[in-house]
Each structure stands twice: as C-alpha cells, then as structure tokens.
C-alpha cells in the first residue's frame, strides 16, 4: 500500500474528496493528482502565517498568484497541516481569516476621530504616526515615575499599558517588549504567550 502522510491526504482532500475511487486509503491517488490540476490554487504561491483572532496561534497557508498586471492576489488561506498547533484545522473564525484581505468592508486607510467629534475622517499613515508618537509622548511625560513613595528609582511609566497579538512572531514580541521597556512601561500583555 502506498505511503501517504497526512499533508498527502488533506491536499488530496482539498483537490477533490468527493470524485475520487476507491484504493489505498479510500483513495484513487492518480486522478486525485489529476483532479488537483485543475483546482484554483494549483501552480500558486505558498506563504505561511498565524491567525491573528486568539491565543491558540493556529498556523495559516496562504496561496497567491501573480496576476497578468503584476499585482498579486490572495487566493486562499486555509490551515497549516504540518503544523503542531492546529494540524490543518482552523475555527470557523480562523476560517474566515481571508476576509481579513478581501473583505469589502475591510478598512485599509488610518482613520482618525478628534476628541468630542462624532465624524471619523481618513488620514494619512504619516499623519496617523505622528499623531500616536505624540500622545506616546505625552502620556509618558505625564505619567512617568522616577521614584517610588520609599525613594526608590523606578523610572517606569504608568499611564501606558501595551497589548501584544496572537500574531506576532517571537522576533515581533521581542522586538516589542524591548521598546516598550525602554519607555519605561511595566503593564505589558501579550495575548499568545506560546
Ligand atoms: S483558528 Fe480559531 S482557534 Fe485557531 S488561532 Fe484562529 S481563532 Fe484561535
């Protein structure tokens, strides 16, 4: 009987579970790989990646194609079978995680609403960043702490606290952790510790 690893058969199983006969593990292996020709994500790129939505950190497959023009477009996100975490399998949330780049109510420009306006208007990003350098700025200087109330140097800053995501690589956390210590913060979570 052939060998066939479990990456085999989800691959497999994507091409086209339901046309294929009957032989090693159910399984007509040669007109699954037919079946596979023809499936939209034949021949695409594969990129790897973590769902962002929680803690689990399940690892995604992203599939893309060059397009004529150059650009390049997203053709499915599904889960990563060779990964420890999730074997292939995502929630229904982590599912959906494709409409992260295609929704149509997806927001991909900075949006910004002053204190007391009930209208949100679109910004630039270098706008957008000077902006939160500056509040950063200010609620460091406003909050920060050099000394304790027994005299003791602390030099932290109270009045930021700073959330890490599911997604962050280990180099991204690290990264992180390192500029928000050198603020001076000392409230830091980070939602996967994995
Ligand atoms: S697929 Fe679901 S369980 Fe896995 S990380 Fe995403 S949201 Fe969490």
């Given at each position: 009987?052939?060998?066939?690893?479990?990456?085999?058969?989800?691959?497999?199983?994507?091409?086209?579970?339901?046309?294929?006969?009957?032989?090693?593990?159910?399984?007509?292996?040669?007109?699954?790989?037919?079946?596979?020709?023809?499936?939209?994500?034949?021949?695409?790129?594969?990129?790897?990646?973590?769902?962002?939505?929680?803690?689990?950190?399940?690892?995604?497959?992203?599939?893309?194609?060059?397009?004529?023009?150059?650009?390049?477009?997203?053709?499915?996100?599904?889960?990563?079978?060779?990964?420890?975490?999730?074997?292939?399998?995502?929630?229904?949330?982590?599912?959906?995680?494709?409409?992260?780049?295609?929704?149509?109510?997806?927001?991909?420009?900075?949006?910004?609403?002053?204190?007391?306006?009930?209208?949100?208007?679109?910004?630039?990003?270098?706008?957008?960043?000077?902006?939160?350098?500056?509040?950063?700025?200010?609620?460091?200087?406003?909050?920060?702490?050099?000394?304790?109330?027994?005299?003791?140097?602390?030099?932290?800053?109270?009045?930021?606290?700073?959330?890490?995501?599911?997604?962050?690589?280990?180099?991204?956390?690290?990264?992180?952790a390192k500029?928000m210590r050198g603020?001076?913060?000392?409230?830091?979570?980070?939602?996967?510790?994995?």
């Amino acid at each position: 009987m052939p060998q066939v690893t479990r990456r085999d058969f989800l691959k497999i199983s994507a091409a086209g579970t339901g046309a294929a006969g009957l032989t090693a593990l159910g399984f007509d292996l040669a007109q699954a790989a037919q079946l596979k020709q023809s499936f939209h994500i034949a021949g695409a790129s594969e990129f790897h990646s973590v769902c962002p939505y929680c803690a689990v950190g399940c690892a995604l497959v992203a599939y893309t194609k060059e397009n004529p023009d150059g650009s390049i477009q997203l053709l499915q996100i599904e889960g990563n079978p060779d990964s420890p975490v999730n074997e292939g399998r995502l929630c229904p949330k982590g599912a959906t995680a494709m409409q992260l780049a295609t929704s149509a109510r997806r927001v991909d420009n900075p949006l910004y609403r002053a204190p007391g306006s009930k209208k949100w208007q679109q910004i630039s990003w270098d706008d957008m960043m000077s902006k939160l350098a500056q509040r950063v700025k200010e609620a460091r200087d406003a909050t920060f702490v050099a000394q304790d109330a027994a005299g003791n140097t602390v030099n932290r800053t109270e009045g930021i606290a700073f959330a890490g995501g599911a997604a962050f690589s280990s180099e991204e956390g690290y990264f992180a952790a390192k500029v928000m210590r050198g603020l001076g913060l000392v409230h830091l979570e980070q939602q996967a510790r994995v």
